[in-house]
C-alpha cells in the first residue's frame, strides 16, 4: 500500500472518530458532579485519585482528602499536600492496614471517628472534590454501615464530585457511582521481591 493510500485512509478514519466523538460530546449535557469508584487488584487505585487531586488543585477548586487504613507509614502524596497545599482537608484514619492492627474493635471506633469527618465534608458544598481512599475496605469489614454510606455519597452536594478507591465495595457502590473503573493486576514488582519505592509505590 502507498503512502499516500495509508495517508487517505488514515484520514477517513480519524474523521469517522471525531464525528462519534463530537457526538459523544454533544450528548453529554447534564451538568453535576460524578461519583467515581476506583477498585480492583491492581496498583493505581490512590494514584489515580491524587491525580485527580492534582487536576482540581490546578483550577483552584477546594478539595478534602479522607484516608481510611492508611496513616502509619508517610507517604508522598500526604508530604506534599500537607507541606504545599492549604486549601487541601487531608485527614487520616491513621491506624495502619487492618491486618496490622488486629483489633477489631479499635478499628472500628477509628472508622467511626473517620467516617464523621468524611460526612462533614459530604455535605460542605464548598468542596469541589472528595476522595475517600480505601473507603471499601470499611464496607468489606463491616466497620461502617453500608446504607449509611451510600446515603452520604447520594446525598451530597450536587456539584461535588467524590472518588471512592479501594477493591471490591459491592454492586450496591457500583450501581451508585456514575464511573467504575477496575484496574487490573498484570504483574508487581513486589510479588518478584522488589521492594516498594520511595516516591513510587508510597
Excluded at 107 to 114: N, P, S
Excluded at 123 to 152: G, I, K, R
Excluded at 182 to 200: L, S, T
Aim: charged share 25%.
Amino acid at each position: 500500500m502507498t503512502d499516500e493510500r495509508k495517508n487517505t485512509r488514515h484520514k477517513k478514519a480519524m474523521e469517522k472518530q471525531k464525528a462519534n466523538v463530537d457526538a459523544s460530546i454533544r450528548a453529554a449535557d447534564t451538568e453535576r458532579g460524578v461519583g467515581i469508584l476506583l477498585t480492583g487488584n491492581g496498583k493505581g487505585k490512590s494514584s489515580s485519585a491524587f491525580g485527580m487531586v492534582m487536576r482540581a488543585l490546578g483550577y483552584g477548586y477546594k478539595v478534602g482528602v479522607i484516608q481510611f487504613i492508611k496513616g502509619e507509614q508517610l507517604s508522598g502524596e500526604e508530604i506534599y499536600l500537607r507541606d504545599h497545599c492549604p486549601e487541601v482537608d487531608f485527614y487520616q484514619m491513621g491506624t495502619g492496614f487492618t491486618w496490622d492492627t488486629q483489633d477489631r474493635s479499635a478499628d472500628i471506633e477509628a472508622a467511626q471517628r473517620t467516617w464523621e469527618q468524611a460526612t462533614a465534608m459530604l455535605s460542605n458544598p464548598a468542596f469541589h472534590l472528595v476522595v475517600l481512599d480505601e473507603l471499601t475496605y470499611m464496607l468489606a469489614f463491616d466497620y461502617l454501615p453500608e446504607a449509611e454510606v451510600l446515603a452520604a455519597l447520594a446525598g451530597r452536594p450536587e456539584a461535588q464530585s467524590v472518588v471512592v478507591t479501594g477493591r471490591g465495595g459491592g454492586k450496591p457502590l457500583q450501581d451508585l457511582m456514575d464511573t467504575v473503573s477496575e484496574i487490573k493486576e498484570i504483574k508487581h514488582a513486589y510479588n518478584n521481591g522488589i521492594k516498594a519505592r520511595r516516591g513510587v509505590d508510597y
